[in-house]
């Protein structure tokens, strides 16, 4: 009996699957929509810098030898520069002129760097939702890091190739976060329509809800069509 009513249900869920549907995708729709306006855009900043092992005349010995050095360089500063010793250092110093106080999470969760393949060049990146606060977080940790590096370590020079600029700072929006409130809403929407559906519909779909409504009935089985 209880394989019957299922097998029923499925049917009547069939009948209703292009509703289901259509709810789903329109309530994906109308929360990306919604949430594109009402979340709050995040701003990339990013800056590159380079490592050398020694200059010579205020100019840079590209050597191969020198080259290699610079590279390795670079591949190890990249491991201190996200060390928690150094942000903590580089949060009790931030600039003057940020929008807002930052806690010490946000800064190791905004502050970013990785080394471009093959080079001694260090990019940073700083994402956060204040265009201007990206920029000047992204040009100090950049300095700041390697200084506090350099003298730690007391080997290496840097320099700034490019610093982050406002006309280069783009908007970035989490793409995953607007589809996963889409998704959720179109299938709470679908499922309130499923619901509804299902309330009013006013089929009989068991022998005990057959017998409720038409007491003079008598029952001798069911036949699933």
């Known amino acids: 009996m209880k394989t019957q009513v299922f097998i029923m249900y499925i049917r009547f869920l069939k009948t209703k699957v292009v509703y289901i549907i259509v709810s789903a995708l ?14 709050k855009p995040k701003y990339l900043a990013s800056c590159t810098t380079y490592i050398t092992v020694m200059l010579y005349d205020n100019e840079i010995i ?3 030898r020198e080259m290699r050095a610079s590279y390795e360089l670079a591949e190890s ?3 201190y520069i996200k060390e928690p010793f150094l942000v903590k250092s580089a949060y ?3 600039p003057a002129g940020l929008s807002r106080e930052y806690s010490l999470n946000e800064i190791n969760s905004i502050i970013n760097v990785r080394i471009k393949p093959g080079t001694c060049v260090l990019e940073y ?3 956060t939702d204040n265009k201007e606060d990206a920029i000047l977080l992204c040009n100090f940790y ?3 890091s390697l200084k ?3 003298s730690y370590l007391g080997v290496g020079f840097y320099d700034v190739l490019s610093s982050a600029l406002p006309e280069e700072t783009v908007n970035v929006r989490d793409k995953g976060l607007y589809c996963g409130m889409g998704a959720a809403f179109g299938a709470i ?3 309130t329509v499923l619901i509804i559906f299902r309330y009013f519909d006013r089929r009989i779909y068991t022998v005990d809800k057959l017998k409720s409504e038409f007491d003079e009935i008598k029952v001798l089985g069911m036949i699933i069509v």
């Open 26 to 39: 329109v309530g994906f729709l109308i929360m990306l929509f919604v949430s594109y306006y009402i979340l």
């Open 62 to 64: 590209m050597g191969y």
């Open 77 to 79: 500063f990249v491991l």
């Open 92 to 94: 009790k110093n931030l």
């Open 125 to 127: 990146t700083a994402v």
């Open 142 to 144: 950049a300095k700041y």
């Open 148 to 150: 506090m590096i350099i």
């Open 189 to 191: 929407i679908s499922l």
